[in-house]
Every structure is written in structure tokens, then in C-alpha cells.
């Protein structure tokens, strides 16, 4: 099985337009995003080492906040006033 470090998948996810940086694929990395990626110990210190097939199918998080549901489905509530005391 082939692995490259964060910085050659860095490059990998560029080919295919994936633009993040490098302190975003080290974060995927710590939170498992990456499947079968292991934590080298090396004499410069730890280096995590992704498989490459994992990189090629990986598929980046959305971001931005999901579609409320029920404000989609049901018109909304008007607002409440408040009395001023």
C-alpha cells in the first residue's frame, strides 16, 4: 500500500481542485477524515502517513450551516413583541 505525507496529500487534493491548506489536511488527518492513515514516529518526530487510494477518493466536509427542515417545510411564525417595562 502506497501513503504519502499530509503535504503530498495537500498536492494530490489540489490536482483534483480541492483547494485547503495544509493545517486543514493535518486537522482531517488527527480526526481520522482519512481512512487507514497511521502516525509515524521518525527521527525529525511523528509524521502521519495517509494511503494514497484514501486521498484520491476522499471527500471534503460541507461547510456552512445544513438546511433547517421544518423552516423549509412550514411557513414561518411571525414574531413575538416584547412589552418594554
Given at each position: 500500500m502506497k501513503t504519502v505525507t499530509t503535504k503530498q496529500?495537500?498536492?494530490?487534493l489540489s490536482e483534483r481542485g480541492i483547494e485547503v491548506s495544509y493545517p486543514t489536511i493535518a486537522q482531517w488527518t488527527r480526526?481520522?477524515?482519512f481512512s487507514g492513515?497511521?502516525?509515524e514516529e521518525t527521527e525529525?518526530?511523528?509524521?502521519?502517513?495517509i494511503p494514497v487510494e484514501s486521498v484520491r477518493?476522499?471527500?471534503p466536509p460541507k461547510v456552512g450551516r445544513p438546511p433547517d427542515s421544518q423552516?423549509?417545510?412550514a411557513p414561518a411564525k411571525p414574531a413575538r413583541k416584547?412589552?418594554?417595562a
Open positions: 496529500a495537500q498536492r494530490l480526526e481520522g477524515r492513515a497511521l502516525l525529525r518526530g511523528p509524521v502521519w502517513r477518493t476522499f471527500e423552516t423549509e417545510a416584547r412589552k418594554v
